[in-house]
């Protein structure tokens, strides 16, 4: 498997896109033992990564994030062992650390000699990080589907569709405690797209999250995505996400006019 790894690296390409891509492969193998597992009849796939490995997003991502299909529980210890000794098969060092917090539950992968082994440190102790995490009380009204994952290996997996995924990051842009850059990206995408968000998705979100009821509707909804851009540090922004991005020239996309033009063309009749 290191060898599969290493056939991914251009010569000149620099550590950060390595780096990235070795993160990438192993996220795939961890969703392809989840799909073996049979754990997409119970989970859907979501997120930033979902965004990339399915359609093709162009930065990177770092977290493996999931929604229960039904409220209730996992048993995030024993799948935590199950994942890893998969991964152990495919000849992988790896530790793992399972924790819940609230309704979320998490994995932290850890492999220790694998950055090492692919000349990315001179570090034997240093070691690539994927987080793992699923929401066992998600918001109503997410639509699942399910398809087939190309990524390196071919398996069938169940994410959210598009609606879905972007009514996800709406709230993750304007209800996390911080700005992050790559939320910001994939916002630009969406709108760029011009995906139409799920709404009732979203605002049963901002309930469960803000105590909250939003007024949110297909008539207002290019001012409110315009008031939450008038909002934000895209100086931050382009900071945060330049190191995941395939091709550093797409920093400038983080023009608010553009944006905003953006959403007025895409979001109002």
């Not at 000699?113 to 570090?123: C, D, N, T, V």
Request: proline share 3%; aromatic share 12%.
């Amino acid at each position: 498997m290191i060898d599969v790894i290493k056939q991914q690296f251009a010569e000149a390409m620099p550590r950060h896109v390595r780096l990235n891509k070795t993160r990438e492969f192993m996220q795939a193998l961890c969703l392809k033992l989840m799909s073996e597992k049979g754990l997409f009849d119970r989970m859907a796939f979501l997120g930033g990564t979902a965004l990339r490995m399915i359609f093709q997003l162009r930065r990177f991502s770092e977290d493996l994030d999931f929604s229960l299909l039904k409220a209730g529980d996992i048993e995030v210890a024993d799948l935590s062992e199950s994942l890893a000794k998969g991964l152990r098969l495919y000849g992988f060092q790896v530790e793992t650390k399972a924790k819940a917090v609230g309704a979320v539950r998490s994995i932290l992968f850890r492999f220790p000699g694998l950055l090492k082994e692919l000349g990315l440190s001179a570090l034997k102790d240093e070691k690539l990080a994927i987080k793992w995490d699923v929401d066992t009380n998600p918001p109503q009204g997410g639509i699942a589907v399910s398809g087939m994952m190309q990524n390196y290996f071919t398996f069938r997996i169940v994410h959210y569709d598009l609606s879905s995924l972007f009514a996800g990051k709406m709230h993750a842009c304007f209800f996390r405690k911080y700005t992050k850059g790559r939320d910001w990206y994939d916002f630009i995408w969406y709108i760029s797209k011009k995906v139409r968000p799920n709404l009732a998705l979203f605002r049963n979100a901002v309930l469960q999250t803000e105590k909250e009821e939003s007024a949110i509707n297909d008539a207002n909804l290019a001012d409110f995505l315009i008031q939450g851009v008038e909002r934000v540090d895209f100086k931050a922004v382009s900071k945060d996400v330049e190191r995941f991005l395939e091709d550093p020239e797409e920093l400038s996309i983080f023009d608010p006019g553009a944006i905003i033009q953006t959403i007025r063309n895409n979001y109002t009749s």
